[in-house]
């Protein structure tokens, strides 16, 4: 992060990211288009899910399929799953150890306190790994997922197994919005245009329209006209803007300020109590809205699996056609956008996907400016572990998650 002040004032901050490119869109080129929901969700180890459900979108509207609302609901409880297992993670492993003074969560954890905190954190996440691992096949990676459904549908029994271990976590998640309530968060807001998927009647996670704070509603075929990626010079990863507007922000907080409405109450009661009010603008208050989005997740979860029957069949043939297909999800980080055009042959000829992480990029660079500005007279060290505490707001991916930053300040 380089950081040009002149004069007192911040003239300048550039967030460069220089991760080698890994090439999907491109591996995707020639691939059967049953393939896509295998090969990209191991762009993620943490929300593979997300990806797999994009594609499978996408693939399906190129196709003219439409699941049943059996399928439909299957693939929403798995996505809970990953819902509860990422939020949980950053919350407790990434985030907390901030607000609460220590360096990483190892400390956290060898803290008499903080090793509670840490293994509340664990078995929250170790809830959302459990549906993972029975509806997707695996916690890492699933490999029951397939274009048209699944390959196998659980029981109903084996779903109304994950009950009991669901309720235990929807007490850890409403004592873990208690508890992140209680932080202190530093007086900060953006201006930022909020982009998320939305659902009436239900708090969007597998579809939903695109809709923003400043009145765009619009449908994932529609994505492309309205977000405009651009390469920028100090950095391989993509900026994102929405045309004729500029930058945007989405996930959580965009989630919660669009939908906050269509929260179970549960949730909803869980909100107020925390203080969160009809939306949210400060960064720093993201931790507090994941945990509000983990009592919603387990919550929905045990809704599912209150109403579950096995979907028969569990998966629909999806028979190639040429066209072109687009869809969009609600990953833990915000909205992931998938296109892809196959051909007669059932091939694909080109794919394009835009995870949230590059889509904050500018919004987090804006930010991180404004907020350098009031903190020039911290030394290089202490501002460092500020910006990276900020950086961390967005939990923009694991690399940069972690305690990363190297900061250069040019102070004229």
Same mark, same amino acid.
């Given at each position: 992060?380089?950081?040009?002040?002149?004069?007192?004032?911040?003239?300048?901050?550039?967030?460069?990211?220089?991760?080698?490119?890994?090439?999907?869109?491109?591996?995707?080129?020639?691939?059967?288009?049953?393939?896509?929901?295998?090969?990209?969700?191991?762009?993620?180890?943490?929300?593979?899910?997300?990806?797999?459900?994009?594609?499978?979108?996408?693939?399906?509207?190129?196709?003219?399929?439409?699941?049943?609302?059996?399928?439909?609901?299957?693939?929403?409880?798995?996505?809970?799953?990953?819902?509860? &297992?990422?939020? +949980? #993670?950053?919350?407790?492993?990434?985030? =907390?150890? *901030?607000?609460?003074?220590? %360096? /990483?969560?190892?400390? @956290?954890?060898?803290?008499?306190?903080?090793?509670?905190?840490?293994?509340?954190?664990?078995?929250?996440?170790?809830?959302?790994?459990?549906?993972?691992?029975?509806?997707?096949?695996?916690?890492?990676?699933?490999?029951?997922?397939?274009?048209?459904?699944?390959?196998?549908?659980?029981?109903?029994?084996?779903?109304?197994?994950?009950?009991?271990?669901?309720?235990?976590?929807?007490?850890?998640?409403?004592?873990?919005?208690?508890?992140?309530?209680?932080?202190?968060?530093?007086?900060?807001?953006?201006?930022? &245009?909020?982009? +998320? #998927?939305?659902?009436?009647?239900?708090? =969007?996670? *597998?579809?939903?329209?695109? %809709? /923003?704070?400043?009145? @765009?509603?619009?449908?994932?075929?529609?994505?492309?006209?309205?977000?405009?990626?651009?390469?920028?010079?100090?950095?391989?990863?993509?900026?994102?803007?929405?045309?004729?507007?500029?930058?945007?922000?989405?996930?959580?907080?965009?989630?919660?300020?669009?939908?906050?409405?269509?929260?179970?109450?549960?949730?909803?009661?869980?909100?107020?109590?925390?203080?969160?009010?009809?939306?949210?603008?400060?960064?720093?208050?993201?931790?507090?809205?994941?945990?509000?989005?983990?009592?919603?997740?387990?919550?929905?979860?045990?809704?599912?699996?209150?109403?579950?029957?096995?979907? =028969?069949?569990?998966?629909?043939?999806?028979?190639?056609?040429?066209?072109?297909?687009?869809?969009?999800?609600?990953?833990?980080?915000?909205?992931?956008?998938?296109?892809?055009?196959?051909?007669?042959?059932?091939?694909?000829?080109?794919?394009?996907?835009?995870?949230?992480?590059?889509?904050?990029?500018?919004?987090?660079?804006?930010?991180?400016?404004?907020?350098?500005?009031?903190?020039?007279?911290?030394?290089?060290?202490?501002?460092?572990?500020?910006?990276?505490?900020?950086?961390?707001?967005?939990?923009?991916?694991?690399?940069?998650?972690?305690?990363?930053?190297?900061?250069?300040?040019?102070?004229?």
């Amino acid at each position: 992060m380089h950081v040009k002040v002149r004069g007192g004032a911040v003239q300048d901050v550039r967030l460069e990211i220089y991760e080698p490119p890994r090439f999907f869109e491109a591996l995707l080129r020639g691939r059967r288009h049953t393939e896509p929901p295998d090969i990209t969700a191991r762009i993620c180890g943490i929300c593979p899910v997300a990806y797999q459900m994009s594609a499978c979108l996408a693939i399906e509207a190129a196709c003219g399929i439409e699941v049943s609302d059996a399928v439909t609901d299957l693939r929403r409880l798995l996505y809970c799953g990953e819902w509860i &297992e990422s939020h +949980a #993670l950053h919350i407790y492993l990434l985030h =907390a150890p *901030d607000f609460l003074g220590y %360096a /990483s969560a190892l400390d @956290l954890a060898r803290n008499g306190r903080g090793t509670g905190l840490v293994e509340r954190g664990l078995k929250l996440k170790k809830a959302g790994n459990a549906i993972m691992e029975l509806v997707g096949g695996r916690a890492i990676h699933p490999v029951n997922v397939r274009v048209g459904g699944f390959y196998r549908a659980p029981s109903k029994t084996e779903v109304a197994s994950l009950a009991e271990n669901l309720r235990v976590a929807l007490d850890l998640a409403l004592d873990t919005v208690t508890w992140a309530a209680g932080f202190e968060f530093p007086d900060f807001h953006h201006d930022h &245009e909020m982009l +998320a #998927l939305v659902t009436p009647g239900q708090y =969007a996670i *597998d579809r939903g329209t695109v %809709a /923003s704070t400043g009145g @765009l509603s619009f449908g994932p075929a529609e994505f492309e006209d309205y977000v405009i990626e651009e390469q920028v010079p100090h950095s391989t990863a993509l900026h994102a803007r929405l045309a004729g507007r500029g930058r945007y922000l989405t996930g959580p907080t965009a989630r919660y300020t669009l939908s906050r409405q269509w929260l179970s109450p549960l949730a909803r009661q869980a909100a107020d109590a925390a203080g969160l009010g009809a939306d949210c603008r400060n960064p720093f208050r993201s931790i507090l809205v994941r945990a509000v989005e983990v009592v919603y997740a387990v919550d929905e979860a045990l809704r599912l699996i209150d109403r579950y029957e096995p979907p =028969a069949p569990c998966y629909l043939e999806v028979p190639p056609r040429a066209a072109v297909g687009h869809g969009a999800t609600e990953a833990p980080r915000g909205v992931l956008f998938h296109r892809y055009a196959i051909d007669a042959a059932g091939l694909i000829t080109s794919a394009r996907i835009v995870p949230p992480t590059s889509q904050n990029q500018a919004s987090i660079e804006d930010d991180l400016r404004r907020f350098v500005g009031d903190r020039l007279d911290l030394d290089d060290q202490q501002l460092t572990r500020q910006c990276e505490q900020a950086i961390r707001n967005y939990d923009p991916c694991i690399s940069c998650s972690t305690h990363f930053l190297d900061l250069t300040v040019d102070r004229g």
